[in-house]
């Protein structure tokens, strides 16, 4: 079994920036790719981005590209999301997540494990 605790959510201000870490316990995920959703009030929980198992490939919604960098520690068992120029539309709760397979996915079903997720407010 895999624990995920995500952290670092806030408030910001409009064009201000926040870093979300996601620590893993239970195993390592070094050999999973690791990703980040988010649900906003009223809305389903939508992909955010992803990471494959080296760090070597990510992928990331549109609506973020650009603003958001995603990145792994594999000695330290973490994830992290570097979110800048965020903006209220971001304002959600970020969810970690990992899936067993080597390579990352936008589809939410193929995560298996998931953290309790960390509240990100954007105010304009």
């Known amino acids: 079994q895999v624990q995920l605790v ?28 690791m990703g980040w959703f988010r649900q906003a009030p009223g809305k389903e929980r939508e992909f955010v981005a992803t990471i494959n198992w080296s760090g070597r490939s990510t992928d990331y919604a549109d609506s973020v590209k650009g603003r958001f960098t995603i990145s792994r520690d594999n000695a330290k068992n973490t994830v992290s ?44």
């Open 6 to 33: 995500e952290s670092g959510g806030g408030l910001v201000q409009a064009g201000g920036s926040l870093r979300l870490s996601c620590a893993a316990s239970g195993r390592t995920v070094s050999n999973y790719a």
């Open 81 to 124: 999301l570097q979110m800048n120029s965020l903006k209220p539309e971001d304002t959600a709760v970020y969810y970690c997540a990992a899936n067993s397979k080597l390579y990352g996915t936008t589809v939410e079903g193929n995560y298996a494990y998931w953290g309790q997720g960390t509240q990100v407010t954007v105010s304009s």
